[in-house]
């Protein structure tokens, strides 16, 4: 495997990569490469996981978020969310891209009902979820936007987002501890998230301030 990623570094067709590591590796055994390989072999399992791992593959991907090397991190970052997006049938997918399309262009209202009708026909969805509670914070509902966090946040412990933006939602309303919690949470999963490293000291300093 280490070959075939070499050649994927230099070649950058990623088909071949997947084509070649799917006749002789599971999506289990590179899960366990993910854990145990030297860093090349994780950097090419965290690849191959993102282009032929199933929903089995988001725990593995979202521990790897984490890992001592940054190159492993980067990889194993991209396929965790691609994997993320894919985590439900086609027709599904293509529901969220469009709620995403709006979200993305500020148009939470028109997004919000597409969101809820996807969540609740796709209910394990951990994306339909996050998008739902994108929504609701788009419209200032901090606290549905935070039970729809949460909702993502069961079906998926490693969205780093939605720990992020619980915490939004908990410093809005206060919940100064919880969204401390949130933040640090966020960052056991992926050390290298800056923002949310800001917005913990950011917190830290109201918090000091609070007790004066």
Not at 61 to 82: C, K, T, Y
Not at 84 to 108: C, I, W
Not at 173 to 178: K, L, S
Request: with cysteine; hydrophobic share 40%; glycine share 6%.
């Amino acid at each position: 495997m280490a070959t075939a990623y070499r050649r994927l570094l230099s070649s950058a067709d990623a088909p071949q990569y997947a084509a070649t590591v799917n006749e002789h590796y599971s999506p289990t055994t590179l899960a366990t490469l993910l854990v145990r390989g030297d860093v090349e072999l994780r950097r090419a399992s965290a690849m191959a996981l993102g282009l032929l791992g199933n929903s089995r593959s988001i725990e593995p991907l979202g521990r790897a978020l984490n890992d001592p090397d940054r190159g492993v991190r980067l990889v194993a970052d991209d396929s965790f969310r691609g994997l993320l997006l894919r985590d439900s049938a086609p027709t599904h997918h293509q529901q969220l891209l469009k709620v995403m399309h709006l979200t993305d262009g500020g148009e939470f209202a028109a997004a919000l009902a597409p969101s809820m009708i996807l969540s609740e026909q796709a209910p394990m969805y951990a994306e339909a979820h996050f998008q739902r509670a994108c929504c609701w914070h788009g419209l200032d509902d901090h606290a549905k936007a935070a039970q729809a966090y949460v909702d993502c946040l069961w079906r998926c412990r490693f969205h780093y987002t939605a720990w992020q933006g619980l915490a939004r939602c908990q410093i809005m309303a206060g919940q100064y501890r919880g969204a401390l919690n949130s933040l640090q949470r966020c960052l056991q999963i992926v050390p290298d998230l800056e923002s949310a490293r800001l917005q913990l000291r950011a917190l830290r300093r109201r918090m000091r301030r609070s007790d004066v």
